[in-house]
């Protein structure tokens, strides 16, 4: 059996001091240490086999935080690990305790095709892998032909369509090779919440952004727009999913979702719930009222809707563990889980064929704040998610 983890790990703005990602935002030499040195404590602590980052400006600063996680690794092995001549060496705890460097580990990143000048910055993502890469990693961004999503209107009419030509930030694909498995795994950024609200030709700001002359309306329009970007980028990435497990490849996508496990941009990744029973459905080409799918017609609707869902590591654990509450996000007093790790039938113990299962699921979210604690300044420097790690055992 091959054991191993996968986590993921929205940064927050990770670039080097001095430098202005956002306008009038940048890190002073001494905030720049301290967010490297949080940064670093948390990757170790973390330990992953394989983690997806978000918000990466630069791959430098990564690589530095990377190799100090590496050097107070090897600090806390001298310390903590007994040596070879110990007769307890063997001894679980110190498995558990052994911080294992990423020297021979491989690094892809995606820097952002938005990336700007000074001050209109746009962050990448990163995968880093202690097992490396099957094959060159795959980066999807900028989409050719442009994805087209008509409408209709409710008396049948035309209703337009909305166009998308590029996403947010890239989507990067690695397959990653896990005993005697390759799993592809998808680290993902999808649009924030935050609204997006368009400035008019010649002005200096978007008249939504003037929160003295508040307009709600308008606001609630940049929040649908968000939202319809999202969705449109979540169907992508199901787009890209449904490619893998057609040839065959179990899945995993991790990520900042910028929605909850119950979101429309969520479902659409993780795609439908099979009904216990199709049987009782009426016919998609009923010519009567008692025109219903048979019971053989169900298990085939079943097995199809299976087939290509993902399921939630947080809900397994949920299920199995009984917590009642996983968060990695806390702003204005609402706590949810916006960063996810879904997975494909081949991970899950209900489905006969599964190559392996997780084990655990692991949380570090005691950094976060709502915003009106006292310590909540210093979020500009720690992340402002939740890490999530999901502890996998593969069979052989």
């Known amino acids: 059996m091959a054991n191993f983890t996968i986590a993921t790990f929205n940064v927050k703005n990770l670039i080097g001091s001095g430098e202005e990602y956002y306008r009038f935002e940048q890190y002073t030499a001494e905030e720049y240490a301290w967010k490297q040195d949080w940064l670093a404590d948390q990757l170790m602590s973390l330990n992953a086999d394989i983690t997806c980052f978000q918000e990466i400006f630069d791959e430098a600063p990564l690589a530095a935080v990377i190799a100090e996680a590496d050097r107070r690794g090897h600090l806390l092995n001298d310390a903590v690990v007994p040596g070879s001549d110990s007769p307890y060496r063997k001894k679980a705890i110190f498995r558990k305790l052994r911080y294992a460097p990423y020297g021979d580990a491989a690094v892809a990143f995606a820097p952002n095709l938005n990336d700007g000048e000074p001050g209109e910055r746009r962050p990448g993502v990163a995968v880093l892998s202690r097992f490396g890469f099957e094959g060159a990693p795959e980066v999807v961004q900028a989409l050719d032909p442009a994805l087209h999503i008509p409408f209709r209107e409710l008396t049948g009419e035309d209703g ?65 727009r968000a939202g319809l970007r999202r969705m449109a980028e979540a169907w992508v990435l199901r787009r890209l999913v449904i490619a893998e497990l057609d040839a065959g490849r179990p899945v995993m996508v991790l990520g900042d979702l910028n929605d909850g496990e119950h979101a429309v941009s969520s479902e659409i990744v993780s795609g439908e719930k099979p009904f216990v029973n199709y049987a009782w459905m009426r016919r998609h080409d009923a010519t009567h009222a008692n025109d219903r ?11 199809q809707v299976e087939r290509y869902r993902l399921h939630s590591a947080e809900k397994l654990f949920v299920s199995k563990s009984l917590r009642d509450m996983v968060y990695t996000s806390a702003f204005g007093g609402v706590y949810e889980s916006i960063d996810q790790i ?39 420097l720690a992340s402002d998610h939740g890490q999530i790690m999901a502890h996998i055992r593969m069979y052989d």
């Open 342 to 380: 879904l997975m494909s039938r081949h991970f899950h113990p209900g489905y006969d064929n599964h190559i392996g299962e997780m084990e655990y699921f692991s949380v570090l979210n005691d950094h976060l704040t709502d915003g009106a604690h006292p310590e909540a300044p210093y979020n500009k």
């Open 293 to 303: 799918y048979s019971q053989e017609e169900a298990e085939i609707i079943r097995e």
């Open 160 to 224: 337009g369509f909305y166009r998308l030509s590029r996403l947010s930030r890239p989507i990067l694909k690695v397959r990653i090779p896990v005993g005697g498995t390759v799993v592809t795994v998808f680290c993902v950024h999808f649009k924030s919440k935050l609204g997006e609200f368009l400035k008019p030709a010649g002005a200096p700001f978007a008249p939504e952004a003037d929160l003295v002359h508040y307009d709600p309306t308008g606001r609630a329009m940049g929040a649908l």
